[in-house]
């Protein structure tokens, strides 16, 4: 009963280094999500997709990349980090209709120094 | 526009006092949905309940009730005789199709500390 994993866990980078984060899910969920979550600030959505092979930015998208080659996957690709990237980064999947709850993974703990 | 407001950044109670989190939400949205999560000091995120917006029934479960008032634009959340492990970070989120394609907007978050 995986539901929605996040690989790494943690991860600490120095400025301008890329990584990639993978969310995989095994729920058969057609919607993903990722977030970042920083103090105050709540849950802010960086990038989503409604479907294997589509994105769509969200509020904070700048400085990340996404793709979903797969139906579950969703990768999220920082090609030079910054400070300002230093987050916790949640992934979620959602079965695709509105009353459906996020379920999350338990997240990325990302320094960029 | 869609927002979700919650006021309270932090609230602290002694075990066994009741608390009430408050949300307050904005859209233009006449079916949208309202939840709760729970992030324990763990960090993992727990769904809680979802309400839709024809729906105004007060729900209770175990300790947890929550109220949602479409007059005031309101979806409470009451945790009565509080306990430690009640202790964590609150999010409400609501979800409506006016925005785009079901996205998820979240409130702040209230941390609840429950002291012993």
């Known amino acids: 009963n995986a539901g929605v994993t996040q690989t790494p866990k943690f991860r600490v980078l120095k400025t301008g280094q890329s990584m990639t984060l993978l969310c995989a899910q095994d729920?058969?969920?057609?919607?993903m999500y990722w977030y970042r979550q920083d103090p105050g600030m709540g849950l802010r959505l960086i990038h989503y997709s409604v479907g294997e092979g589509t994105t769509a930015k969200g509020e904070v998208p700048d400085g990340y990349n996404v793709s979903r080659l797969k139906k579950q996957n969703f990768l999220l690709g920082l090609e030079s980090a910054a400070p300002s990237q230093t987050s916790v980064y949640f992934c979620?999947?959602?079965?695709?209709?509105?009353?459906?709850?996020?379920?999350f993974g338990n997240g990325t703990r990302l320094t960029v120094t | 526009a869609q927002k979700v407001t919650q006021a309270q950044t932090e609230i602290s109670v002694v075990e066994k006092e009741d608390v009430t989190l408050d949300c307050v939400y904005e859209?233009?949205?006449?079916?949208?949905?309202l939840f709760w999560y729970k992030q324990p000091p763990s960090g993992e995120l727990v769904f809680l309940i979802r309400?839709?917006?024809?729906?105004?029934q007060n729900e209770i479960s175990g300790r947890y009730s929550w109220n949602f008032q479409k007059s005031t634009s309101s979806f409470n959340f009451t945790i009565t005789a509080s306990q430690v492990v009640d202790s964590a970070v609150y999010f409400c989120?609501?979800?409506?199709?006016?925005?785009?394609?079901?996205?998820?907007?979240f409130g702040t978050g209230t941390r609840l500390k429950v002291l012993a």
């Open positions: 309400r839709n917006s024809f729906d105004e």
């Open positions: 859209t233009r949205d006449t079916t949208y949905y």
């Open positions: 979620a999947s959602m079965a695709g209709s509105i009353n459906s709850p996020l379920h």
């Open positions: 729920m058969n969920h057609e919607y």
């Open positions: 989120a609501l979800s409506g199709t006016l925005s785009g394609t079901y996205k998820y907007i």
